[in-house]
């Protein structure tokens, strides 16, 4: 069975500094992983995967993620965080022939 | 905007009657994904449709159910309503199916709030 865990329900950090945003996961095979984030009343946007290749996804918004295959991780990170960074975050994992499993969410609050 | 749309936006109802949510997805993809996100469930995966074909199934309830129509849009039908129903619905689509590493696109959302 697929499993995602966001160990963090809330991230707080100040302008400016970078952030990182948790995720751990758990599958049968190969894994693709996935950052979703999600403004107040909005539907979630898509922001990096990870399928195969290089370890740091790069995405939108200045968001990367580094998949750590021994840690089974796929953390986000941006090194300078904004004021509107500030939302719900998702990582999501899948492998072949399964549907997505969405982790808990994770709340970043970037402080002025 | 993911190119996903979902009507009507807001929806209010009473305990026992049915309602029906509307998606059409991106041009070009089959996949149609639904969704349900409460404040204590997080985001639940409801039901899966391949080019009109179901293709998954989650946790979706029995008096829930769902059909994705020719033209590729799709409708979750729910019935029987309770109060714990009281959601927000998403809808996604994908270009291809689940499992290939496709990214999903997500629509705004409808939140039912039953009364």
């Known amino acids: 069975a697929q499993s995602v865990a966001q160990p963090e329900d809330q991230v707080n950090v100040a302008e400016g500094n970078p952030l990182t945003v948790k995720c751990t996961y758990s599958?049968?095979?190969?894994?693709?992983l996935f950052w979703y984030v999600q403004y107040p009343n909005r539907g979630l946007q898509f922001l990096l995967k990870?399928?195969?290749?290089?370890?740091l996804v790069k995405g939108s918004y200045g968001f990367e993620a580094e998949f750590n295959k021994s840690q089974t991780s796929f953390h986000l990170k941006k090194p300078s965080a904004l004021v509107s960074d500030s939302a719900l975050y998702f990582c999501a994992v899948m492998s072949y022939g399964q549907n997505f499993v969405f982790g808990p969410g994770t709340r970043l609050s970037v402080l002025p | 905007d993911s190119g996903v749309t979902q009507t009507p936006k807001h929806l209010i109802t009473a305990t026992g009657q049915r309602v029906t949510l509307r998606c059409s997805p991106r041009s070009g993809d089959l996949s149609v994904y639904w969704y349900q996100q409460s404040l204590d469930q997080g985001l639940q995966f409801l039901i899966q449709y391949y080019n009109g074909e179901e293709r998954a199934k989650g946790n979706i309830l029995e008096r829930f159910s769902a059909q994705q129509f020719p033209d590729l849009h799709s409708e979750l039908n729910l019935s029987s309503l309770e109060l714990g129903d009281s959601a927000l619905y998403f809808c996604?689509?994908?270009?291809?199916?689940?499992?290939?590493?496709?990214?999903?696109?997500f629509g705004p959302g409808t939140r039912l709030t039953v009364l």
């Open positions: 996604a689509s994908s270009v291809a199916l689940a499992g290939e590493g496709n990214e999903q696109f």
């Open positions: 599958v049968s095979g190969n894994p693709y």
């Open positions: 990870y399928i195969t290749g290089d370890n």
